[in-house]
Structures are given as C-alpha cells and as structure tokens.
C-alpha cells in the first residue's frame, strides 16, 4: 500500500489539534510563560507548616502549574506522533520532556514538606481554611504512606541507590534485546531467523512444524543461559526485597499494592476465583485439540488459530456506526457523547508516513480528549476503535465531573472502560453476524483475550507470588527453583489434555513484566471487573447504567477498589473474576456449538 504524507491526509479525517493551539505560536507563548510563572512556587518552599492558607495557595498554584503544563506536552507530543520524521515537532516534544523534568524539581519540596505535617495541624488547617477541603483526599495520598518515609539522611542515600537497584531489570533487557540470539528455523524450505518479533508469529503458524522448531529452539537457548538468568531475576527479587524491608512493609507484595491501596484480598482473591474456574480452560484445550484435529495437543499449539479470519473490509464510517449501535446498551447521553466525538473530529484515523504506529487515547484537562489510530478497516479496528473510544469518555467523563486534581484515573481502573465497549460491542456484533463463520471468528477473538487477560496474566501473578514468598523466606532463588515452580503452574492451568513439555518450564525467564513486581495482575483485574459490569449492562439490571456512569466520573475521587464497588463490583471478592470466567464458560459452548455440530 502506497502510503500517503501528512499533508496529504484530509482534514475530515485528522484530529482537531487546533482545539488546544490555533498555532505552534501560541503554544511557545504558552511554553514561555510557564517555564517563567513555575518559579514562582518555590516562595512556598520551606513554609507549609506555616499555615493553611500558605498550604492551600501552594496546591492550587501546584495545580495550576500542572494543568498548564499538560497541555503543553500533549499538544506537542501528539504533533510529533503525526509525523515523528517532522524535526520542529521532534524539537517541540523533546523541550517538553526536559519542561517536564525542571517542573518536578521545582515543587519536589511539596511531598516532603506535606510529610511532616502532624495529624492536629492538618485538621486545624482544614478548620482553618474551608477550601482546603478540596485536597483533604489528595493530602491524604501523600500521607498515607508516611509511617515508610524514613529520616532525611536515610532518604537520601536510598535515592542513590535506583540506579543500581535497576541493574537486573536493564542486565534483563540488554540481554533479551540485544545479545540473544536463537539461530535459524526452516520456514517453506527456507531458512528464516529466529527473533523476538517473528516468534508469536511462527507460533501463529498453520505449519506444525514450523511452531515445533521455533518453540523448541527458542526454549532452547534461554536454557542455554539459564543460571544466568536466574542470578538476574534473583537479583530483582533482590532489590524489592530490600526496600520492602527497609521501608517497613510486611511484604513485598503489600509493598506493591500501597500505591493504590489496594488490598491484599484483591490479588489472592484473584487466584482463587481462576483456581475455581480452571475446568472452563480445560474445556477450552479440550475443544482446541479436537479443532486442530491432533493426537496429542503441545505447548506449540496454543496460538494457532482455530477458525478462519473475516476478510471483510469495513469502511469508517460503517465501523462508527456498529461502534454507536454496539454501545447503545450505555444509553442515550453515551451515545450522544460518541457522536459528538465523532463529529468533531476527536479521532485521527488513517495512517500516512511517520506517523505514530497503534493506537491511543490520550488529551489534556481542559480539552476534550484524543484518538490516534490506524485504521486499516479490518474487525480488529473495530475493536480498536471501541477500545480507545471508552477511554476517551472515560476521561471526558472524570475531566467534566472532577476538579484537575482528581481527573485523572489510575491503572487499576484503566482498562475497564476500554474493555466494557469491547464486551458490548461483542455482543452486539454476535447478534448480528451474517453466518457462523463471521461468529466463530468474533467468539474466538473474545476467547483469546480471555486466555491472554485472565488466566494467563494469573498464572504470572502466582509465578510471581510464589517467587517472592520463597525469596523472602530466603531460599536461594536457581534456575531449578523457578523453573520448577514455572512448570508446575503451567501445568495447573492448562490441565492434563495438554502436554506441558519440558520447554515451557523455562518461560518464566523471557517475560520482562516480572521486571516490574506484581504488575500484571491488574490486567486480569481490570478485564474481569469489565466483563463482570458489561454483563451487568446486558442483562439490564436496574441502575447499573447509572452506576457506571458515576464509575466513569470518578476519575481518582475515590479508591479504584470503592470506584468498582459503585457498580456493585467487589474485587476482593472472587464474585467478579468468577462471574468473567462463566462468560467465558458460556461462550466457549458458543463456539464448540458452531465448531464440533
Ligand atoms: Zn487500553
């Protein structure tokens, strides 16, 4: 496909970039003058015991700062990403960056000073200062976590020590990025390199053979390098531990869900809820192996898709209007809103050279938000399309009901939005599929991401649970122990169709995320907790629509957990990740049905 330049593009199907700047002259003014006023919060510095009048002016000023600056990086950001080739934008993004980085220095006095401030002093501010009020939640974040601050000193040698504790992570990511090589496969007759870009790919393949090579060479190598990587996990398991120990937390798990006070309960509950729900994935080896129609069903065969593509193309404007019937289980107001953002342009639509690869949703307070995408009209866009509308109105949602301090949502709430649209649309395009063919494909694609979402991203979170128990136990972290572990869940989760091959044992050593401690259990959480409320939507219980509305508004007013619970979803419960996993459950009958008649 030729492809077009910017300039080419119509302007119909082009963001409206001017909503946050007429022209890059505004924004340099603009630019200016921030990094000129942003001086100004450090009179503050040094005096927020003083009174709470002097706390409240420094949060709003901090506020203001914040508010200003935001428009500035996203306006010259999302420029670049039309043309990242375009060197003035390149330039406009790059003095953003470095903006960015002298705003935090200059009010990274504030988080400290707040600190300090004794419990009576607070509530006397609040008495003192009615508007204070306002940041009583977002002074309460900061404290919050105040009993794991230590002294200055102590503070300020554990500062110097990022770098070196962020060693196995970039050892990690040299190694697996830019040393590793796999050696060369056969693909058609012809020898084909082995990569990291090209393996889920081979995995894809319909050839067997090509799936069996690629698995075992690639397993093979890490193997190859197997106590090395085992030294390089232990050594981040290593470094959380430390902090977990001198920042007095009682686990490097709780360490990790203080930050969005999360409790415990969320991710046990998590793994339990999948464990209860582990015979509706040995259905689905079950039925993959019967599909695939062979003897004994691998490691390999797990990605191969078990039902033909939809080669349909599908024009924007027929993709806005499924998306607009898809989500009209939201109501009236939901729809209008899409309209409204597809009418005035919130969405960049086709691809044209430079520009920015995927998809995004993305905007500044103050602003109505933005999506980038590439449509290429395939089902997938579609879905994209939904996808990024829901985190558009998300935002538009929390960034019309919220002050700028509390607009913004946290990522254990992130994709929750995205994914409801996703769930609806579905739905709907299920309803109305020509022939079993076009079904077949849509339960299939919504079956996958369950696999990938929830059972998947859980077995990593107990990898991950395990890993940490064991280490802080202080047993000594090998390659035997992970893999071990590794094998022994993986055989958990996919049951005894499967033959859990000796290879698989090794994966626990290419996942980067496990560089990142217990991340991934949030997009097992976040798809469940969509699902749980999409099935709500759809079987039309009474307020739900209401509900999620408010969910939608509360930007972080609120804690994720007690967000969710507006729409009558409790994640520390297993309740929600059950109720998914029977959607799964009932769709995988679905495609069985249409499958093995
Ligand atoms: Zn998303």
Known sequence: MSEMIRAEQKKENCWSIEDLYQSDDLWEKDFESLAEDMKEIQKYQGRLGESGRVLLECLRMMDSLNCRFEKIYVYANQRWHEDTGNHFYQDLSARAAKLAMELEMTMSFVEPELMNLSDEQLEKYYQDEMDLELYRRKIQESIRQREHILSSEIEEILAQTGEMARAPQNIFSMFQNADLKFGTITVNGKEQELTQGNYIRCMENKDREVRRQAFELLYKKYREFQNTLAAVYSGNLSQDIFYTKVRRYPSSLEMALSGSNIPKEVYTQLIEAVHHKLPAMYHYVELRKKVLDVEQLHMYDVYVPMVHTVEREIPFAEAKKMVKEGLKPLGEDYVRLLEKGFSDRWIDVYENEGKRGGAY?????????????????????????????????????????????????????????????????????????????????????????????????????????????????????????????????????????????????????????????????????????????????????????????????????????????????????????????????????????????
Request: proline share 3%.
């Open 361 to 597: 949703s993305w905007g500044a307070y103050g602003t109505h938000p933005y999506v980038l995408m590439n449509y290429q009209g395939n089902m997938n866009d579609v879905f994209t399309l939904a996808h990024e509308m829901g985190h558009a109105l998300h935002s538009y949602h929390s960034d019309q009901t919220q002050p700028y301090t509390y607009a913004g949502y946290r990522i254990f709430v992130a994709e929750v939005a995205s994914t409801c649209n996703e769930a609806l649309l579905i739905n709907y395009m299920l309803e109305n599929a020509s022939d079993d063919n076009e079904k077949a494909y849509l339960l299939n694609y919504f079956l996958d991401q369950f696999k990938g979402t929830i059972y998947r991203q859980t077995m990593f979170a107990e990898f991950e649970m395990i890993a940490h128990e064991r280490a802080e136990k202080g047993e000594g972290i090998t390659s035997e122990l992970l893999s071990g572990i590794y094998y022994e869940l993986n055989k958990k989760y996919f049951g005894e169709e499967m033959v859990s091959d000796q290879e698989i044992a090794m994966e626990w050593a290419r996942i980067p995320h496990f560089y990142t401690p217990f991340y991934v259990y949030q997009y097992a959480t976040g798809f469940a907790a969509a699902i749980a409320i999409s099935s709500k939507i759809l079987s039309g219980e009474s307020g739900i629509v209401e509900a999620y509305k408010k969910f939608l508004s509360g930007g972080s007013s609120m804690d994720c957990i007690d967000l969710l619970k507006l729409c009558g979803v409790d994640m520390t419960k297993t309740e929600p990740v059950e109720m998914a996993l029977d959607v799964f459950r009932e769709k995988l009958g679905q495609l069985k049905d249409i499958l093995l008649p």
